[in-house]
């Protein structure tokens, strides 16, 4: 059975900073490319950051240099840093693992990220 578990997200003040988790189990985690996406109400989900196989790395143009995502084969883990927070980031923020040429795609649940002015 896949699982896909986010993990991380709360309430924090303009300016600071939180970690994502997102854990996958029952798949083989390093064949997977590995994307961050979030989506406030009313709105599309739109890609946050996206860490392939290979571990190439894109970023929405909103992120400005201001989150980081890694990933850690080992440990099914992948990891989005977000520092310099904005109350427009606000948003539930979802995990989608991905598996290049194949129809396998798997998401979380999603966790809320807040963030207050």
């Known amino acids: 059975q896949v699982r896909v578990v986010e993990s991380g997200g709360g309430t924090v003040q303009s300016g600071g900073s939180l970690r994502l988790s997102c854990t996958a189990s029952g798949i083989p985690f390093s064949q997977y490319a590995m994307i961050w996406y979030r989506q406030t109400p009313g709105n599309e989900r739109e890609l946050v950051a996206s860490?392939?196989?290979?571990?190439?790395?894109r970023y929405g143009g909103f992120v400005e240099g201001r989150f980081t995502i890694s990933r850690d084969n080992t440990k099914s883990t992948m990891y989005l840093q977000m520092d310099s927070l904005k109350p427009e980031d606000t948003a539930v923020y979802y995990c989608?693992?991905?598996?290049?040429?194949?129809?396998?795609?798997?998401w979380g649940q999603g966790t809320q990220v807040t963030v207050s002015s």
């Open positions: 989608n693992a991905n598996r290049p040429f194949t129809d396998q795609s798997y």
């Open positions: 860490i392939s196989i290979g571990s190439n790395i």
